[in-house]
């Protein structure tokens, strides 16, 4: 079974920067890509940012993009998300996922696992 179990969010100042880790458990992080989601109160969650694993290829959503690198240490199987000039819009629950196979798509369908999210509290 995979675990992926996120830590570093808080809460900070706008403008202020976190780095959120994931890590996986077992023989489960290579051949994956990783993403992160986000879902903030009385929103749908959204996809943030994902990396493959392969070529490390990335992908942002547009209101991250400049922002936010996504990025990942295979021989420690953890992903981060380094998250610098925050926002009051990124206050939201930050989720870890591994994706259903080495590629890169958007949608929490493609991912099959998930982690227990960590809260991220910007105030501005």
């Known amino acids: 079974q995979v675990q992926l179990v996120e830590s570093g969010g808080g809460s900070v100042q706008a403008g202020g920067s976190l780095r959120l880790s994931c890590a996986a458990s077992g023989r489960t992080f290579s051949s994956y890509t990783m993403g992160w989601f986000r879902q903030a109160p009385g929103k749908e969650r959204e996809f943030v940012a994902a990396i493959t694993w392969g070529r490390g290829r990335t992908a942002y959503a547009d209101s991250v993009k400049g922002r936010f690198t996504i990025s990942r240490d295979n021989a420690q199987n953890t992903a981060y998300l380094q998250m610098n000039s925050l926002k009051s819009d990124d206050t939201a629950v930050y989720y870890c996922?591994?994706?259903?196979?080495?590629?890169?798509?958007?949608?929490?369908?493609?991912?099959?696992?998930w982690g227990q999210g960590t809260q991220v509290t910007v105030s501005s």
């Open positions: 996922a591994r994706a259903r196979g080495d590629f890169i798509l958007k949608v929490s369908s493609a991912y099959n696992y």
